[in-house]
């Protein structure tokens, strides 16, 4: 298992397109998380699935984004109608909610997916 | 609702000195807490994780200490190297949320 991975790694758009980020998490993990980081900002929560299920949406994410993740593996980010202000960093990560102390929730995050709107 | 807050917010210094990164946070109920590094237009790379049963933790020239009373955190960098130039984030995860909540970082310059 290489961690987790996310593309495509970099995504430049014109205004009003759509565009679709993946994330493939750690194998064993059951849950996923979605972060968006500007420019000089730490990393604001996005949402976060438990295997299949959507547990919890930030106010953030704004009816043009969805995520899902179908069968409890990889997971996809689709923004669409995409605007100015949707430029960032967009950073998955993924976590085991089981294993005990030294092993539960400890997240790992891949390298990030970053989108310019244009 | 958990709130977290780095000091300082940028740290210019030369090379060799030993430095202190503060990290507080409002919400003590929490899992653990974690130390990432940042290089710019980057991903995340986790520095230490500390277990809220832990005090502190060491990796290499790293140690991040855990006061969850008083819901502070502080990671040490020893003899600081321009390699270790990049932005320092604290995140705990709390029990209400599942979640890491991050801080806006501590943006490192260190000069040879």
């Known amino acids: 298992d290489t961690g987790v991975s996310q593309n495509p790694r970099h995504k430049i758009t014109k205004r009003g397109q759509n565009v679709t980020f993946r994330c493939d998490p750690i194998?064993?993990?059951?849950?996923l998380y979605w972060y968006r980081q500007t420019l000089g900002q730490g990393p604001e929560f996005l949402t976060y699935?438990?295997?299949?299920?959507?547990?919890?949406k930030s106010r953030l994410l704004s009816d043009r984004f969805s995520a899902e993740r179908p069968k409890g593996s990889f997971s996809t980010l689709e923004i669409q109608r995409t605007e100015q202000g949707d430029s960032a960093m967009y950073l998955c990560?993924?976590?085991?909610?089981?294993?005990?102390?030294?092993?539960?929730?400890?997240?790992?995050f891949g390298a990030g997916s970053r989108l310019t709107v244009l | 609702k958990q709130e977290v807050t780095q000091i300082p917010a940028a740290l210019s210094v030369p090379e060799g000195e030993n430095l202190v990164l503060n990290c507080s946070f409002t919400?003590?109920?929490?899992?653990?807490l974690q130390w990432f590094r940042q290089d710019p237009g980057k991903g995340l790379t986790s520095l230490l994780l500390?277990?809220?049963?832990?005090r502190e933790q060491t990796s290499g020239r790293l140690n991040a200490s855990l006061d969850k009373s008083s819901g502070r955190s502080t990671l040490y960098i020893a003899a600081s190297q321009p390699g270790d130039s990049a932005t320092y984030l604290c995140?705990?995860?709390?029990?209400?949320?599942?979640?890491?909540?991050f801080g806006t970082g501590t943006r490192l310059q260190v000069f040879p």
């Open positions: 990560a993924s976590s085991s909610s089981t294993g005990g102390e030294a092993g539960a929730n400890v997240l790992t």
């Open positions: 919400d003590s109920a929490i899992y653990n």
């Open positions: 699935f438990q295997n299949e299920a959507q547990l919890e």
């Open positions: 995140a705990p995860l709390s029990y209400n949320t599942d979640k890491l909540i």
């Open positions: 194998s064993e993990h059951n849950r």
């Open positions: 500390i277990q809220s049963s832990q």
